[in-house]
């Protein structure tokens, strides 16, 4: 039997909110399987971009990540954010050590081709670019890592990569070995079958399910990428799936089900 | 007989060359012994906090780092500089990881105490502050770890700390594993016996001689840290200590001497 690890995302919004974060690296710290985190931005690149005159640029609705957004990001994700996280989980005895995935070539990616819109450094992640066999003998000695979102291509230069699509191609690389169990963490208790209405939480949801739901236009816009992650990590061996609410972490490691299962 | 280890450190006026830093992270690259590598900041995070509004505390012409001051050091040295120095030598097929003091506990402090100044977040490494054990198992696995000057007190809390003494507190911890040799890499040929003939390069220099060079007022008063950090290394069992000119660590590592050497 493969042993279990956790592969747990976090987003902005709890990145921004101190009290909560604390109080979610204190139930990530307790959990007494093997983990990993993987977390996002949060306001403060923007607040920063705003303050040094760092235009955000746009393209039909798309973010840009041109050089000065780049520098911008690598600083605060895989530095201020990255490195406060990693400070409050050892004072919490977790052993994180956080890195960026350039850091031992951890992740690899290439960036983005696309034939109508320049994303800028924007990086994909390539095939095979997890270094699986690095992260099983740093698992093995104890450590926690920490992933900010940021990748690089080998060649010398860094990348803007989603983090939701971090942790989604992390727990496929890391199924062949791992009992993996990938959780995405939000502000919500998990998918609503009707936006509108907060109470209506599914206890699960199918690739059909999904694409009934999003043909029907009843799904959040901003859950859409997720809920696509998610399941391309259902579709290719990743053992469990759920998007669950923040505070909800303790209770879902202990109980095993809080928010939505994603299944296939 | 013990392991060759190198620990070079390298300074801002480098890092904020971008062709120098290039040439040098070749150099670097291509020593085959076991390294490490502990980088100070540059003009950066100054600029940055200028553009910010951040303002530079001074008490007594000594540096205060306030809680703004630390936030931007830490994105700065372990993200923007951290990451891309890692990039680099990632591209030049060099096995780089890049820390801060906080990841997996490697380098711990505690918030300097002065009766008469309050620095504060300013750390000084706590006795057995190093992490050598871990260092150790990450060398044993070919990695090349890259310090940023930031560490933590496991109290969750992030200080800024001076790469010079890093680099010799990491080389005393080191030599009972290692044949550790200590390269400071700056922007001049070595120490200058007269600090207005460049020429005068010191092939060596000695407690005694630093001692009677310092009061005689001949050094320049930017390498007595330097210095003093030197002579501390050599003092506590590091095998070799130089002061380098950047541009010669390959003849350095080659030729086993350029510069001045740092003696008892």
């Known amino acids: 039997m493969k042993e279990k690890l956790y592969i747990i995302k976090i987003g902005g919004a709890l990145i921004d909110d101190e009290d909560l974060l604390d109080e979610f690296l204190g139930q990530f710290a307790a959990i ?66 956080g890195f960026s995935g350039a850091d031992a070539n ?15 450094f924007v990086g994909d992640i390539t095939e095979k670019g ?14 926690v890592p920490v992933f900010s979102a940021i990748t690089h291509d080998k060649k010398g230069h860094l990348f803007n990569t989603n983090a939701d699509t971090i942790a989604s191609v992390m727990a496929q690389a890391l199924s062949a070995k791992y009992d993996v169990e990938l959780l995405y963490c939000f502000d919500k208790a998990g998918v609503l079958e009707d936006v509108n209405n907060p109470e209506s939480v599914l206890k699960n949801i199918s690739e059909e399910e999904f694409s009934i739901l999003k043909n029907e236009g009843k799904l ?22 759920f998007l669950i609410k923040e505070t909800e972490l303790k209770n879902h490691i202990e109980n095993h089900h809080a928010g939505t299962e994603i299944c296939l």
């Open 32 to 97: 007494e399987e093997k983990k990993i985190m993987v977390h996002g931005g949060g306001k403060l690149a923007t607040t920063l971009a705003d303050k040094l005159g760092i235009e955000q640029k746009m393209i039909d609705g798309r973010r840009i990540t041109d050089k000065d957004t780049l520098d911008l990001v690598a600083m605060v994700y895989a530095g201020g954010i990255n490195k406060n996280i990693v400070a409050k989980l050892q004072q919490k005895k977790c052993k994180a050590i």
């Open 106 to 120: 951890l992740i690899k990616a290439k960036k983005r081709e696309d034939a109508e819109i320049d994303f800028g």
């Open 130 to 143: 997890v270094n699986k066999k690095l992260i099983v003998k740093l698992l093995k000695l104890g450590l």
């Open 220 to 241: 959040h816009k901003g859950i859409l990428p997720k809920l696509e992650n998610a399941l391309g990590a259902i579709r290719n061996n990743v053992n469990k799936v």
